[in-house]
């Protein structure tokens, strides 16, 4: 797999997150953000470990222990700390901060601790996303700052980023359908509690079931299984601003699909996400070489 070929397969996971937003609205009315992420991780997580076993791709001989449970427990965290922060500072500011500050976190974390430095077309990209994003939803709703759900949201923010540098690590030696599997089935496993804190009885329902399914075996197994394959060849802090992808396809899917409109200010930053991802996009292919001419040397 070359590096466009890797951007593509990271930008359609996003695309697929951005999908739930959309597949939650077909819900029925009262069921809880927390009980729908638990629902999701579990289905995915479920389908991911059956698709391994099937194919012969479980090997857990020399399996790195540490790395995976780092991973597992920050994907299990992002969800209760996101769909927490949405519910008490708003759908815009818990947004807003946790999608906004993964990329800058990822890009510091992987500078000072992992000691890989971003490429260089990273940081402008980065802040013309994420800027992009601050109006796109801003703009959207009465804006209420609570400082525990602005807590929250930055929580989920450095968990999606740890599991992208500790996930991109994982790739590198082993199956990337190995490693979501088996990362997802630990996450599922440790929020598994919360199916009996919350009420599931939605997900027996036709509509409750079709949504899960879609949430679980598309926006989660498939989508998470894309990211990491195209995590093997694109920085982490590169896949986690071209992740960015996610609220530009939910922000289209509520255009088209639910039928919401966007204020003028909104497009603007419609048109500064796609011009930063764009802008990123053309920064690894021009970079990519050098940086394979640096690691044979």
Same mark, same amino acid.
């Given at each position: 797999?070359? /590096?466009?070929?890797?951007?593509?397969?990271?930008?359609?996971?996003? *695309?697929?997150?951005?999908?739930?937003?959309?597949?939650?609205?077909?819900?029925?009315?009262?069921?809880?953000?927390?009980?729908?992420?638990?629902?999701?991780?579990?289905?995915?997580? #479920?389908?991911?470990?059956?698709?391994?076993?099937?194919?012969?791709?479980?090997?857990?001989?020399?399996?790195?222990?540490?790395?995976?449970?780092?991973?597992?427990?920050?994907?299990?965290?992002?969800?209760?700390?996101?769909?927490?922060?949405?519910?008490?500072?708003?759908?815009? #500011?818990? !947004?807003?901060?946790?999608?906004?500050?993964?990329?800058?976190?990822? /890009?510091? *974390?992987?500078?000072? #601790?992992?000691?890989?430095?971003?490429?260089?077309?990273?940081?402008?990209?980065?802040?013309?996303?994420?800027? +992009?994003?601050?109006?796109?939803?801003?703009?959207?709703?009465?804006?209420?700052?609570?400082?525990?759900?602005?807590?929250?949201?930055? +929580?989920?923010?450095?968990?999606?980023?740890?599991?992208?540098?500790?996930?991109?690590?994982?790739?590198?030696? =082993?199956?990337?359908?190995?490693?979501?599997?088996?990362?997802?089935?630990?996450?599922? #496993?440790?929020?598994?509690?919360?199916?009996?804190? =919350?009420?599931?009885?939605?997900?027996?329902?036709?509509?409750?079931?079709?949504?899960?399914?879609?949430? /679980?075996?598309?926006?989660?197994?498939?989508?998470?299984?894309?990211?990491?394959?195209?995590?093997?060849?694109?920085?982490?802090? !590169?896949?986690? !601003?071209?992740?960015?992808?996610?609220?530009?396809?939910?922000?289209?899917?509520?255009?088209?699909?639910?039928?919401? $409109?966007?204020?003028?200010?909104?497009?603007?930053?419609?048109?500064?996400?796609?011009? /930063?991802?764009?802008?990123?996009?053309?920064?690894? $292919?021009?970079?990519?070489?050098? *940086?394979? $001419?640096?690691?044979?040397?």
């Amino acid at each position: 797999m070359n /590096g466009k070929v890797a951007i593509v397969m990271v930008l359609v996971a996003a *695309m697929l997150w951005g999908t739930t937003g959309t597949m939650q609205t077909l819900l029925p009315e009262g069921v809880h953000p927390v009980a729908v992420g638990t629902a999701r991780l579990a289905v995915g997580g #479920i389908a991911l470990f059956i698709i391994v076993l099937f194919v012969g791709k479980l090997n857990l001989k020399s399996w790195p222990i540490k790395p995976t449970i780092l991973a597992a427990l920050s994907m299990a965290a992002y969800q209760p700390f996101f769909f927490t922060a949405v519910t008490m500072t708003g759908v815009a #500011i818990g !947004t807003v901060v946790a999608i906004g500050s993964a990329p800058i976190l990822s /890009g510091l *974390m992987e500078w000072l #601790i992992w000691k890989r430095r971003p490429i260089r077309a990273w940081w402008l990209s980065t802040f013309l996303a994420i800027v +992009g994003c601050l109006l796109l939803f801003l703009n959207q709703s009465s804006v209420y700052v609570d400082p525990l759900g602005l807590l929250l949201a930055l +929580g989920a923010g450095l968990s999606f980023a740890i599991y992208t540098i500790v996930s991109k690590d994982l790739v590198k030696s =082993y199956s990337s359908i190995s490693v979501v599997a088996v990362v997802f089935t630990l996450s599922a #496993i440790l929020l598994s509690p919360l199916l009996f804190v =919350y009420d599931m009885t939605w997900i027996t329902e036709l509509r409750g079931a079709a949504v899960s399914l879609h949430l /679980g075996l598309i926006a989660t197994a498939l989508a998470y299984f894309m990211f990491a394959k195209g995590l093997v060849h694109v920085p982490s802090s !590169t896949a986690v !601003t071209l992740s960015l992808a996610e609220p530009l396809t939910a922000a289209f899917l509520g255009v088209f699909i639910v039928g919401e $409109e966007l204020s003028f200010i909104s497009w603007i930053g419609v048109s500064m996400l796609l011009l /930063g991802i764009g802008f990123l996009i053309k920064g690894t $292919e021009k970079e990519t070489p050098r *940086m394979s $001419e640096v690691n044979r040397v």
